[in-house]
């Protein structure tokens, strides 16, 4: 007889959880994950030297399928009780998103339900009953107001892999799930609020493909405002889409594709005859993705906005990294509350993003509009104009 008291907290998982996880039904390659790190660890700077601090990391993660977190464990050594870890636990799954939150010393499961309404949060359960996927498949579909055979089917297709090591990041995946389900739910307009460097075009290309494959949306328009934009978004993560995928160039259109790709200027101008996106009818697209809505989107009398209005039938999301509320420009009044806010402050505290110190410099020029005089020279007596002259 083992003496549980004796064993390490890693022994308790290995002897004891691990297998009363897999016994209740849980697969071991794609659903139950030991030892997730979740987090990069935040990047500290000291002069000219780096460090990183820890990563945030649960013990266990399950998944009713890939990237669809359902369960968090958090496990303790059998000194402690079965609820030590549950706060922890707790704040994982706040972070995470995550509806059924357990502890465990290995003599059972302290299980926490984020979906009890009756006042019955907690529970102890013995080592033998551990619910199964299924299970708390259904607890997650309450947590998340899927209510409908076909908006579960909406919310549980697969995302896609390409073969890599690559899947979303913690934040990403959230957004992603969060987007398709409220879609699957009936939701038409929508905003997601990710920092800039926190993969945005990622995030749309995963929730695009999720719906496509579905079969919930299938002809989708990604909108941007610059050229660079689009080549970066057709050359990278949308490359996938291959021959069901087209750019909007030259105010040429193809309707046979499926998802396209274009300039809010490409689509639109100054005249009726330059307004190529009425060659669509109305309800010719089912998903439009508008990157950088901050922008000409969000202001109720830009020609952008006319856009938008006749496709109005279609589901909208707006992606920003500043969304912009004045008394003339609003993304929340057009696209509601944030689906998802991933700030600047969460992603360096991560670790996914690089701390900065912003340093000011008085100028007593004004630089808008201005050119250096004739002889006017730098710090090392060169000519400055003969540097713009090019």
Not at 34 to 55: H, M, P, W
Not at 63 to 78: M, Q
Not at 150 to 168: C, L, M, V
Not at 190 to 211: D, E, N, P, S
């Amino acid at each position: 007889m083992i003496d549980k008291k004796t064993l390490s907290e890693r022994d308790i998982c290995t002897k004891f959880i691990t297998p009363a996880v897999e016994k209740a039904g849980w697969d071991k390659v794609t659903q139950l994950l030991e030892e997730v790190s979740f987090t990069d660890g935040k990047i500290y700077v000291r002069g000219k030297l780096t460090a990183r601090g820890n990563q945030k990391r649960a013990d266990y993660i399950l998944y009713y399928k890939p990237n669809i977190p359902i369960a968090i464990i958090e496990a303790k050594d059998n000194k402690h009780s079965v609820r030590a870890g549950i706060q922890q636990a707790l704040d994982y799954a706040q972070i995470l998103d995550i509806p059924c939150v357990f502890s465990s010393n290995g003599d059972g499961f302290l299980f926490h339900d984020r979906t009890a309404t009756d006042g019955n949060i907690e529970s102890e359960i013995g080592i033998d009953d551990f619910p199964t996927p299924e299970q708390l498949w259904e607890k997650y579909k309450k947590y998340k107001g899927i209510t409908t055979p076909t908006a579960e089917k909406i919310a549980s297709q697969d995302y896609y892999f390409d073969g890599t090591n690559r899947k979303p990041r913690y934040y990403q995946q959230i957004a992603v799930n969060r987007a398709v389900e409220a879609i699957a739910e009936g939701q038409n307009k929508l905003l997601l609020v990710m920092a800039t460097g926190t993969g945005k075009t990622y995030t749309a290309f995963q929730i695009i493909h999720r719906l496509w494959k579905s079969g919930a949306k299938k002809r989708i328009l990604f909108l941007a405002d610059r050229n660079a934009l689009i080549d970066q978004t057709r050359r990278g993560d949308f490359k996938h889409f291959k021959d069901k995928m087209t750019v909007v160039k030259h105010r040429q259109i193809d309707k046979s594709y499926e998802i396209y790709l274009a300039l809010y200027q490409g689509l639109s101008g100054n005249d009726e005859d330059a307004n190529v996106y009425k060659q669509f009818s109305p309800d010719f697209f089912d998903l439009i993705i508008i990157d950088e809505c901050h922008r000409g989107s969000a202001k109720e009398d830009s020609s952008w906005r006319e856009i938008l209005s006749y496709f109005n039938n279609a589901t909208q999301i707006g992606l920003t990294a500043t969304p912009k509320e004045t008394k003339e420009t609003s993304n929340t009044e057009y696209f509601g509350d944030p689906v998802y806010t991933y700030s600047l402050k969460q992603g360096i505290d991560d670790g996914f993003l690089a701390p900065y110190r912003v340093v000011r410099i008085g100028l007593n020029i004004d630089l808008e509009g201005w050119r250096p005089p004739k002889g006017y020279l730098d710090k090392q007596g060169n000519s400055v104009v003969s540097q713009f002259e090019f």
